[in-house]
T-cell receptor, first 115, second 110 residues
């Protein structure tokens, strides 16, 4: 099955901890993205990557970090510097970010809760 | 200039009725307008999309109407069914930029 796999589905973090959300795709897509979804806020872009070993900040990158060591993988780390991390996190990919008018495929999301 | 304004925030429609969700954009450079459907606890999935060179696109019960001069586009769901209950996002994009609306939570009454 081709697609995007996010793990875990649910994640709990204590105050002051860093946590890493996994995103893997087997669609051979060049571009990958991380979005944060809050009720009534839509989808806000955290980071995106067009190619391996390169990534760019989105609109709300503060308190987050990413890496793109492999084409298939784009993990997101939520650091202790992110003051309000409780949210639903979505990973997406597309053939190429320069061609976003082709379909963006989304994973099933990770719900992060700070306890 | 980069905003996509979506309304209403929530919508309740009787089964068999027509659901209408509206979006407006500001940047005339956008050239691709997709709609995504999201069920609770799931990621969004592309539903239907349109380019500004056409005024309407229909796929089954789903229709996008596009008004380039008004910089508005809308999603119409004909014969709405309970299975259509979901959150719908409009978006606008060009090249390396895609902007999402804030979403509409649609509930179809059985």
């Amino acid at each position: 099955d081709g697609g995007i796999t996010q793990s875990p589905k649910y994640l709990f973090r204590k105050e002051g901890q860093n946590v890493t959300l996994s995103c893997e795709q087997n669609l051979n897509h060049d571009a990958m993205y991380w979005y944060r979804q809050d009720p009534g806020q839509g989808l806000r872009l955290i980071y995106y990557s067009q190619i391996v070993n390169d990534f760019q900040k989105g609109d709300i990158a503060e308190g987050y970090s990413v890496s793109r060591e492999k084409k298939e993988s784009f993990p997101l780390t939520v650091t202790s510097a992110q003051k309000n991390p409780t949210a639903f996190y979505l990973c997406a990919s597309s053939i190429s970010r320069s061609q976003v008018n082709t379909e963006a495929f989304f994973g099933q999301g990770t719900r992060l809760t700070v306890v | 200039q980069q905003q996509v304004k979506q309304s209403p925030q929530s919508l309740i429609v009787q089964k068999g009725g027509i659901s209408i969700i509206n979006c407006a954009y500001e940047n005339t450079a956008f050239d691709y307008f997709p709609w995504y459907q999201q069920f609770p606890g799931k990621g969004p999935a592309l539903l239907i999309a349109i380019r500004p060179d056409v005024s309407e696109k229909k796929e089954g019960r789903f229709t996008i109407s596009f008004n380039k001069s008004a910089k508005q586009f809308s999603l119409h769901i004909m014969d709405s069914q309970p299975g259509d209950s979901a959150t719908y996002f409009c978006a606008a994009s060009r090249d390396d930029k895609i902007i999402f609306g804030k979403g509409t939570r649609l509930h179809i009454l059985p």
